[in-house]
């Protein structure tokens, strides 16, 4: 169903967000791929979350959400209807006693351990330099270098996509596995989220962050666009090193390639196109399974 844009424009102007009109989304997620959202809404409090969604709700109008766009891959022809961005938007953050913080899911994973750090606080070293957003990183249950974000997870606020109302999660209400969590399944939009660290020595926290950042950039191929690790982790060995072991290194689909820095890496090297990417991963897939007996699991969310 197409939208009623002059509704649509009344509506946003009630709305404490910003709001843009068919605006390119390959400028809003790290792959630097997709095309145009029909109206990207970055809302400024929970409330206006909240009431976008009861517009598209009542209006039957398509809704996407998206985070800090480091985990996603988005098609060429853009998305219709709305798409809720929370990076930029909801970027509260408190320290609220006990070495619980609170944090907005619009907040960068880099601000948080900063912040976390400043009050020597332990426990988030792991996500520092992971490119995404707070909610992001609580929906996928993000980790790095041994850490989790369910090691230091408290609770979790939503908004629900059913009917709008807002709900509380303490994290051991949840189950939480590898990259994965109940708000995969569940209609829920993570609108905040709670952290409990421990007080730590700041400067032993510092070269922490320091030394994990270090041992990123040195391994991964960050001066390309992409979306991180491609594929989850079998239950057995690692996808990068089956890429590797299948001679796939450099492996090209147009515009797209294999890292040759690191295998788990899709890039976008020359302005690849969404089925560049797609097709690159199926022959990623097909030659690990028929020669390992693995089919992996893509990490990446694909809208």
């Given amino acids: 169903m197409s939208m009623d844009?002059?509704?649509?424009?009344?509506?946003?102007?009630t709305l404490e967000a910003?709001?843009?009109t068919e605006e390119p989304l390959k400028n809003h997620c790290s792959f630097k791929i997709g095309g145009p959202a029909e109206r990207l809404v970055i809302p400024k409090k929970e409330?206006?979350?909240?009431?976008?969604?009861?517009?598209a709700r009542e209006n039957n109008v398509p809704l996407t959400v998206l985070g800090n766009g480091s985990n996603v891959l988005i098609r060429d022809e853009g998305l219709r209807g709305i798409v809720l961005k929370l990076a930029g938007g909801l970027c509260s953050l408190a320290h609220t006693g006990d070495g619980?913080?609170?944090?907005?899911?619009?907040?960068?994973?880099k601000k948080l351990c900063m912040f976390a750090e400043e009050r020597?606080?332990?426990?988030?070293?792991?996500?520092?330099?992971?490119?995404?957003?707070?909610?992001?990183?609580?929906?996928?249950?993000?980790?790095?270098?041994?850490?989790e974000i369910k090691n230091v997870l408290a609770g979790?606020?939503?908004?629900?996509l059913t009917d709008g109302s807002v709900r509380e999660y303490p994290a051991g209400q949840l189950s939480l596995s590898y990259r994965h969590t109940p708000f995969m399944e569940t209609k829920e939009i993570i609108t905040a989220a709670h952290f409990r660290l421990t007080p730590g020595d700041k400067d032993a926290i510092t070269q922490q962050m320091r030394t994990l950042l270090a041992k990123r950039k040195a391994s991964q191929p960050l001066e390309y666009p992409s979306a991180g690790s491609t594929f989850k982790r079998p239950q057995v060995g690692y996808a990068a090193a089956m890429i590797e072991q299948c001679g796939l290194k450099g492996l090209r689909v147009g515009g797209a390639e294999v890292s040759r820095k690191h295998a788990g890496f899709v890039l976008n090297t020359d302005n690849a196109s969404f089925e560049d990417v797609r097709k690159l991963m199926e022959q990623i897939q097909s030659r690990v399974f028929a020669?390992?007996?693995?089919?992996?699991?893509?990490?990446?969310?694909?809208?």
């Fill in 47 to 55: 409330s206006a979350v909240i009431q976008t969604v009861q517009f």
């Fill in 100 to 109: 619980t913080i609170s944090a907005g899911a619009g907040l960068s994973l």
């Fill in 5 to 13: 844009c002059a509704l649509f424009e009344a509506f946003a102007k």
């Fill in 18 to 20: 910003e709001v843009l």
């Fill in 156 to 160: 979790v606020r939503t908004v629900s």
């Fill in 120 to 147: 020597s606080l332990t426990g988030l070293e792991f996500a520092y330099g992971i490119p995404g957003s707070v909610g992001g990183a609580v929906y996928m249950n993000a980790g790095a270098y041994g850490g």
């Fill in 291 to 303: 020669e390992t007996g693995v089919m992996l699991e893509p990490e990446v969310e694909i809208l």
